[in-house]
């Protein structure tokens, strides 16, 4: 018979149980080294998007604010104009007041672009909210009639002899409907 050892297979058992625990730990530690590089990549990534769209975003909005600040200019000039034209009194008034509202929200539109307009707009919102809201809703209820309006010329224009009853739809004659073959009896 042949005898073996006993007293080595728990000791080599051991010894590849303690080298298995040993490099578990070390891919532990691998795979999480890993795994904070790339969670600190992708988070340094969506960063750098962030501050790319934000910065896009910011750069357009200030071309839009200069548009707009162009027109606002000549909003107040045009306004001036008619004022300095007016009757002496409270529409005259009234008319400068625009004028120079205008221009001042234009001059702060060409100075701090969108974003310095959106803050005074945020502290004012902040001090009045009733105003603020009566405020926006004034504002938009005159856009829509004023794009309500340019929908409307732009179809006068089109036709420019056409008067407002030509522009309307012609009526709708309802015609009557066949009448049924088995209706008309079997006499003949």
């Not at 005898?3 to 058992?13: D, K, L, W």
């Not at 080298?19 to 070390?26: C, F, K, P, S, Y």
């Not at 707009?121 to 001090?127: D, I, P, V, Y």
Request: proline letters at 4%; a negative charge; glycine letters at 10%.
């Amino acid at each position: 018979m042949v005898e073996t050892s006993s007293s080595g297979v728990p000791e080599q058992a051991q010894a590849a149980k303690d080298e298995a625990i040993n490099q578990a730990g070390v891919l532990k530690e691998t795979a999480l080294e890993h795994v904070g590089t790339l969670t600190s990549d992708a988070k340094d990534r969506a960063t750098d998007v962030a501050r790319d769209v934000r910065r896009e975003l910011e750069s357009q909005g200030d071309s839009q604010a200069k548009r707009a600040a162009s027109m606002l200019h000549d909003v107040g000039t045009q306004l001036t104009d008619m004022a300095s034209g007016a009757e002496p009194g409270p529409v005259q008034q009234v008319t400068r007041q625009l004028a120079d509202k205008s221009r001042q929200v234009a001059t702060r539109l060409d100075e701090d672009g969108v974003q310095g307009v959106g803050d005074d707009l945020r502290r004012f919102a902040r001090r009045q909210p009733g105003l603020f809201l009566a405020a926006a809703g004034l504002a938009g209820f005159v856009v829509t009639r004023v794009l309500r309006n340019a929908q409307s010329g732009g179809l006068a224009n089109g036709n420019s002899d056409a008067t407002t009853d030509e522009l309307q739809a012609p009526p709708v004659v309802a015609a009557s409907p066949a009448t049924p073959v088995s209706a008309l009896g079997t006499d003949r």
